[in-house]
Nanobody, 113 residues
Framework: QVQLVESGGGLVQPGGSLRLSCAAS????????VSWYRQTPGKERELVAA??????NYADSVKGRFTISRDNVKNTVYLQMNSLKPEDTAVYYC????????WGQGTQVTVSS
């Protein structure tokens, strides 16, 4: 059974940090490109960060603040989020893509004082 399970979301004050995790199972995780997306009500899901091969790329809005990484032994992808802003508030989803496309169920991140 294919699963992507996100964790680590929550409420944080502006300027704070969170680390999201996404644990994968049921497929050859190391072969897949992995990404984090986010979505707010009424808006399309947007790409936040991705690892493809040995390269990473980030949305302009998060460059210098967010870092994506993966551990192919633990079958987990991470998103370290620093200097969080209210506009980072969203549901964050992990995504794995290669021969198929898989999505997690999402984790809520709320940045508010």
């Amino acid at each position: 059974q294919v699963q992507l399970v996100e964790s680590g979301g929550g409420l944080v004050q502006p300027g704070g940090s969170l680390r999201l995790s996404c644990a994968a199972s049921g497929f050859a995780f190391s072969m897949y490109a992995v990404s984090w997306y986010r979505q707010t009500p009424g808006k399309e899901r947007e790409l936040v960060a991705a690892i493809t091969g040995g390269s990473t790329n980030y949305a302009d809005s998060v460059k210098g603040r967010f870092t994506i990484s993966r551990d192919n032994v633990k079958n987990t992808v991470y998103l370290q989020m620093n200097s969080l802003k209210p506009e980072d508030t969203a549901v964050y989803y992990c995504n794995a893509r290669w021969r198929a496309v898989y999505w997690g169920q999402g984790t809520q991140v709320t940045v508010s004082s």
